[in-house]
């Protein structure tokens, strides 16, 4: 079985080498080389990779936010590449993610590469995603991180509810006019607000609860999004939609929530 790879580096001669490398193991067909997280949250989602190898450090949306914004059901396996701390890599161990330390090894390359093939032949993989965010839960604990609060106010009394989220030893209370979109993670909801991704252990379903039903719109079993940031509508195959908001980002909507865009599309016009 040949995995179908991106590969995601924002330095060229890293990515060159990287591509190299998974040439010479002979069992990765490389679809797409990204230099930036933006190119790599794109080809994700158009392409549909088994596997992406990528660099967690790099400039404007590095390789944990790529894996955040990415909806639940097109996150692939992530193998990083990376000369992160201990720490982190201890994290990322602990919740079966794989990762590649820099400089690139071949011997390491091959082996992650039949431990990828082994997780996708038993489908361990599918939740990827949940098991990368406990893993940012665990690094965050650990190197502290400022968390804006948001001061905004609209709407109406249930719109008027902030989300609470607890970040260690602090609680962010997030307005819900900040929120574009939410999908979730296995016990976790990553909510995606003010440019940052908040990380809340609830259901998907139980926070929708709290929220503002005229702007917040299933769009997906696993995705919840602020129609008042929806900026394109752009039909797709099978009766499929993606939306458009802010900052280029793109989310799928699948066909059994497809009405909802087009009563939002019908009382827009």
Known sequence: MQLRAIIVDDEPLALSILRSK????????????????????????EMAPDVMFMD???????????????QNDA???IIFTTAFDQYAIDAFDLYAVDYILKPIDQERIDRSIARAKER?????????????????????????REDAVPDTIWGSQVAQ???????RDEIVLLEQADISWMDAAGDYVCIHANNETYIKRSTLKELLSQLDPEHFKRVHRS????L??????????????????????KLKVSRNYRDVIKRFLEQGA
């Open 120 to 144: 996708l032949s038993d489908q361990s993989h599918s939740s990827n995603k949940s098991g990368i965010v406990g893993a940012i839960g665990e690094i965050r604990k650990h190197h502290g």
């Open 75 to 77: 996150v692939p396996l």
């Open 223 to 226: 995705t919840v999004v602020n």
């Open 56 to 70: 967690i450090q790099m400039p404007g949306i590095d390789g944990l936010s790529v894996v955040k914004r990415l």
């Open 22 to 45: 998974l040439i010479k193991n002979g069992q990765v067909d490389i679809i797409a080389a990204c230099k930036n997280g933006r190119e790599a949250t794109e080809a994700a989602l």
């Open 161 to 167: 509810r902030k989300i609470v989220i607890k970040e």
């Open 228 to 249: 008042k940031y929806v900026e394109k509508v752009i039909p797709h195959t099978k009766g499929e939609y993606f939306l458009v908001l802010h900052a280029d980002q």
